[in-house]
């Protein structure tokens, strides 16, 4: 039976036009699922918003989406459910009750080969991803060895890693360098360059009220490396060597890891896989310390609260 056949460039054409008309509707639904999450999370419009296929979701009455937010190389995706009427949209957060979130939180976080403060065969880990130049890091640090540690240092275990604020610490990367160069000998090396530069603001300040210059902070930095690392015996021209290739691989790692378990700010804790972000008070230490060891079944210590001393933070 012989057709009668359009011309290509017109069947084309038309094609187009369906195409069109069948996105629109999906366009405008999209533009208002972008603007409804921007406005319920305060989505500045430097980030943008991209919305996914809709999918069967085992929701009777609701389709699942996928609603993307990216701003450079950092990306992340989340699950919203939409109703069939197009009416409502509900963000969506599944909990598998078959793990435990501290364990598996735990079990991303690398800590071979870093120092540790305390019980090293401990039930209860603390770890704390910190920035030398912080003052709120200095002022967690005065908090947990000064009022808190004490109490606790039979039981428990504090493991340092490294999340220096680059953009607004400009010797922050190079203490971190100094400091993984002298764990590399030896642990209270460590302890020690991490004491002086978050309990006395003089170590790299300088005396007085002149300030040094950044050059001269991070001479001070090396020279305060060297002084600590001859005071715990540590062999020198490897120390040396060592804080001359200011390699920062140590730190990059740590800085990758952190930001992949959403680390953000400094202070942040992470006591036996539960995250506690700031400058938290001896009592607030105390509290999450108590419930991760009873929750590892060790005992707690029987003492009374301290009462809040004032922390001469870095600054």
Known sequence: MPLLKRPLWLVILVCLGCSAQ???????????????VRS??????????????RKPSEFPGYESLE????????????TFLLSQDRKTLIRMTRLDLSTDPYTDMMSKI?????????????????VVYDDLQCPFCSHMHETLFRQVFNDYKDRVKVIYKDYPLFQIHPWAGRAANDANCLA???????????????????????????KRG????????????????????????????????????????????????GVSATPTL????RKL???????????????????????????????????????
Request: hydrophobic letters at 40%; charged letters at 20%; proline letters at 7%.
């Open 22 to 36: 069948t996105q629109n509707p999906n366009a405008e639904l999209n533009k208002r699922i972008e603007r409804q």
């Open 40 to 53: 319920a999370y305060s989505i500045p419009p430097e980030v943008q918003v991209a919305v996914g296929e």
């Open 67 to 78: 609603v993307s937010l990216s701003q450079g190389s950092h990306k992340s995706s989340y």
């Open 110 to 126: 690398s800590t071979a080969g870093r120092p540790v403060r305390g019980a090293r065969d401990a039930k209860v880990s603390v």
């Open 184 to 210: 590399e000998q030896n642990n209270d090396a460590f302890w020690d360059f991490a004491d002086a530069l978050h309990m006395d603001a003089t170590a790299v300040n300088g005396p007085g009220p002149a």
């Open 214 to 261: 950044l050059p001269e902070k991070l001479a001070a930095l090396d020279v305060l490396a060297m002084s600590l690392g001859a005071k715990h015996g540590v062999e020198p021209s490897k120390l040396q060597a060592c804080i001359k290739a200011q390699s920062d691989k140590t730190v990059q790692d740590s800085v990758h890891e952190a930001d992949a378990l």
């Open 270 to 273: 992470f006591i036996n896989g």
């Open 277 to 315: 972000e700031g400058a938290l008070d001896a009592s607030e230490l105390r509290a999450a310390l108590n419930d991760a060891l009873r929750d590892a079944g060790q005992p707690v210590p029987s003492i009374a609260a301290a009462p809040a001393q004032p922390a001469t933070a870095n600054k």
